[in-house]
């Protein structure tokens, strides 16, 4: 089975935090993505990215950065945490085919 | 831009069918996907259909592809109180190749009534 992990299921953080939110993923596969999730809007894509240090932006980049120094690992960068960013942050990973394989998602409250 | 529009809200009572609709804009999807998200988790991929097929059955699940009106559906069967989730509806990005990059809708949450 395909398992993707993402360190906290839960976080407190106050406004002008640096937060770092991690996912891991165990089969091997190409493509990361980040997403938000917010009520009303679905999922709206942050960054993706398609290899080790390769990145895309995706809808709404602003106010994030990510890193992917390994395969397996991808990294998603509040540089400084601001109340707006609230939200549930999802986790993905794809191998060749379209299928995404979903984290349980880490709920982020900055106060 | 590419955009998937799905309703907010379903209610039904156990037993009964439900019907969750989608709408999109792309209409170069190659794949077309439904998830599902249960309370406290990520999503799970519960059903997909091909953008050549007009139907696709899966036990109690039954997707209907309608490509000229830009129209997918869910069709759960007999619905029971453990499918209340949030269903969301995706398709691929035009261009995306194999980087497996969709766009999803807002998502249907499904109540499902004793």
């Known amino acids: 089975d395909v398992k993707v992990t993402q360190s906290s299921r839960y976080l407190v953080k106050r406004t002008g935090e640096k937060v770092f939110l991690e996912c891991v993923q165990d089969?091997?596969?190409?493509?990361m993505f980040w997403y938000r999730q917010d009520p009303g809007l679905g999922l709206r894509l942050i960054y993706f990215?398609?290899?080790?240090?390769?990145?895309e932006k995706g809808d709404i980049p602003e106010g994030y950065s990510v890193s992917r120094e390994k395969k397996e690992r991808f990294s998603l960068i509040l540089e400084s945490a601001s109340t707006n960013q609230t939200s549930m942050y999802l986790c993905?990973?794809?191998?060749?085919?379209?299928?995404?394989?979903f984290g349980p998602g880490t709920r982020l409250t900055v106060t | 831009g590419e955009d998937v529009e799905q309703s907010l809200f379903l209610s039904v009572r156990e037993g009964d069918s439900s019907v969750i609709n989608c709408t999109y804009t792309?209409?170069?999807?190659?794949?077309l996907y439904w998830y599902k998200q249960e309370p406290g988790a990520g999503l799970q991929l519960l059903t997909y259909i091909f953008s050549n097929m007009d139907m696709k059955q899966d036990q109690r699940l039954t997707v209907l592809l309608n490509k000229k009106d830009k129209h997918l559906s869910l069709r759960i069967a007999d619905t029971q109180t453990g499918d209340s989730a949030i269903y969301f509806c995706a398709v691929d990005r035009w261009g995306s190749g194999n980087t497996g990059k969709l766009i999803f809708g807002q998502g249907t949450t499904l109540q499902v009534k004793p």
């Open positions: 990215s398609y290899d080790v240090k390769m990145k």
């Open positions: 089969m091997d596969h190409e493509n």
């Open positions: 792309d209409s170069s999807s190659t794949y």
């Open positions: 993905a990973s794809s191998g060749q085919g379209n299928e995404q394989y």
